[in-house]
Nanobody, 125 residues
Framework: VQLQASGGGFSQTGGSLRLSCAAS????????MGWFRQAPGKEREFVAA????????YYADSVKGRFTISRDNAKNPVYLQMNNLKPEDTAVYYC???????????????????WGQGTLVTVSS
């Protein structure tokens, strides 16, 4: 599975951006999908995820109510709508795919076997 993330860029505080993650390859759309981010000098952290089987969504507390992960009926691509952006949202955002039969925690980056290249989001104050 190959993942291509796009949509990053620059925003002022309170603005919005939408990230997209397109999957290609064998069974590309049959995965749980997650977004993670890594700010300079910090570890990679979980942002949001959507489960393949039932489209249940999961969010980090820091983005709940501001970010929305979604995908259409084809389950590909996956989107991350980011509203009311804050400077602390500045990071490189990565999309990742987790095999749907993998019961490892959906919030744990170690559960994901496929990663996109990352897209930079910069939010100014």
């Amino acid at each position: 599975v190959q993942l291509q993330a796009s949509g990053g860029g620059f925003s002022q505080t309170g603005g919005s951006l939408r990230l997209s993650c397109a999957a290609s390859g064998r069974a590309a759309s049959s995965h749980d999908m997650g977004w993670f981010r890594q700010a300079p000098g910090k570890e990679r952290e979980f942002v949001a995820a959507i489960r393949w089987s039932d489209d249940n969504t999961y969010y980090a507390d820091s983005v709940k109510g501001r970010f929305t992960i979604s995908r259409d009926n084809a389950k590909n691509p996956v989107y991350l709508q980011m509203n009311n952006l804050k400077p602390e949202d500045t990071a490189v955002y990565y999309c990742a795919a987790k095999a749907r039969y993998n019961i490892s925690p959906i919030r744990d980056s170690r559960s994901y076997g496929y990663w996109g290249q990352g897209t930079l989001v910069t939010v100014s104050s």
